[in-house]
């Protein structure tokens, strides 16, 4: 696999982000994105671009991972088309990674609530080095594509599998995550909880939606924890997302807690709507592997104290998965470099 030249392009833009990330070069990708995209918010971008330089562009991590997938020099490159999502800023980059790395030729559908986050990366890759123009290539139709990767909606997926049904594919659907609370956790941890419910509004498959609580649970000390996020109900889009949802519970008398800026409720779905969590109870860990098994298939990640649960996550480390934390758990460089 001749992935190195591109490592160290990658690691390149890692460091241009890392070294202005609060400098006059960043401001044309926070102009773009926020007028684009009125949930991009400036710290949203900035978080989702400032992980994406620490632990998928270091250079050191990126050799690890291709060391990995070492194909033979003779694989034949494919044209990967990619549908990518925009519900949280440059989301779709890790799979334009994975397919530069696999020695693949990517051409990219970008979404239309995240087209500058993903241009401004592209260019500046183009700017490090001229020749991926040839590889990483933004199409607005993938006819020409040998393979194709998406990531979208249950609907979307059916319609993805109809017409791409000769096709190699990796095609993803909802998900959302979910957290284990035992009633022993500290404010500390609760805390960071609110990182993994609250970042980018909650609007990623890694923000946390539902929890599974034992039975007499209460979330005094939970609400009292997550304080320090009551700002989030000065984003005008959030707030209007909380008064409605609160409205319709008050309406019709659907019993929820509320904090202010946070509805909970009890409820057996998975994904809530935004400004709201869902819980629901269990009886032992028994009970509780069953639910989680039940659901295993929506569930993108796990958040539990000390990851006490087989691939989750601690608290607060939802929304900073690392290289090898492929999306719905389907490995894609395997996946890529086996065409």
């Known amino acids: 696999m001749q992935y190195k030249k591109h490592i160290i392009t990658f690691s390149k833009l890692g460091d241009f982000i890392t070294q202005n990330l609060d400098t006059e070069a960043m401001k044309p990708l926070f102009l773009g994105t926020r007028n684009e995209n009125g949930w991009f918010t400036e710290d949203n971008v900035k978080l989702a671009v400032e992980n ?27 044209k990967i088309g990619i549908v990518m999502a925009g519900n949280i ?15 693949n030729i990517a051409l990219l559908k970008l979404s239309s609530s995240d087209t500058a986050s993903m241009s401004f ?12 123009k040839n590889i990483i290539i933004i199409a607005e139709r993938l006819n020409d594509a040998d393979v194709l990767i998406t990531t979208g909606s249950d609907n979307t997926a059916k319609h993805f599998e109809y017409y791409f049904a000769s096709k190699p594919r990796i ?35 890694r923000n946390v939606s539902k929890f599974y609580v034992p039975i007499g649970y209460t979330f005094d000390k939970f609400y009292e924890s997550i304080e320090y996020w009551s700002t989030i109900q000065l984003h005008h889009k959030y707030n209007n997302n909380y008064d409605y949802n609160k409205s319709i519970y008050l309406v019709n008398r ?6 202010g800026f946070l509805l909970l409720k009890e409820d057996y779905a998975l994904v809530s709507p935004i400004s709201v969590c869902f819980y629901e109870t269990y009886e032992s860990d028994a009970h509780l592997e069953q639910l989680l098994a039940k659901n295993a298939e929506k569930i ?14 601690r608290f607060g480390e939802a929304q900073v998965p690392k290289l090898e934390d492929f999306a719905d758990g389907i490995d894609t460089m395997e996946f890529l470099i086996n065409l």
């Open 254 to 259: 659907i019993p929820h807690l509320d904090n």
């Open 121 to 132: 990366l592209i260019n500046k890759l183009y700017e490090i080095d001229p020749e991926l």
């Open 52 to 78: 994406i330089a620490k632990i998928y562009l270091n250079e050191i991590a990126l050799e690890k991972f291709a060391q990995k997938y070492a194909s033979s020099d003779n694989f034949n490159p494919k």
């Open 89 to 103: 800023p440059a989301v779709g980059f890790h799979d334009l990674l994975c397919v530069v790395l696999s020695g």
């Open 300 to 313: 993108q990640c796990t958040v539990s104290t000390n990851t006490r649960f087989s691939n989750s996550f």
């Open 171 to 205: 095609i993803r659907r909802n998900r959302t995550s979910v957290a284990i609370l035992n009633g022993k956790e500290s404010r500390a941890e609760l805390a960071d909880l609110g990182n993994d419910i609250f970042q980018y509004f909650g609007l990623g498959c």
